[in-house]
């Protein structure tokens, strides 16, 4: 899982949903990071936090 989560963040994604129901393991026990639905783009995030 980190380093899907690390994928993601590599390209400027933040997952947002990080928990044990979203993390998923195929019979050949290749571990896959569910449920991209809560996720933000780092840029986004840099532009906000620089007006608060």
Known sequence: MA???AHL???GIL???NKPANI???K????KLADL???RYMANISAMSQFN
């Open 24 to 26: 998923l393991i195929t």
């Open 3 to 5: 380093a899907g989560v």
């Open 15 to 17: 997952h947002g949903d």
């Open 9 to 11: 963040h590599r390209h």
């Open 37 to 39: 639905g809560e996720v």
């Open 28 to 31: 050949q026990n290749v571990v």
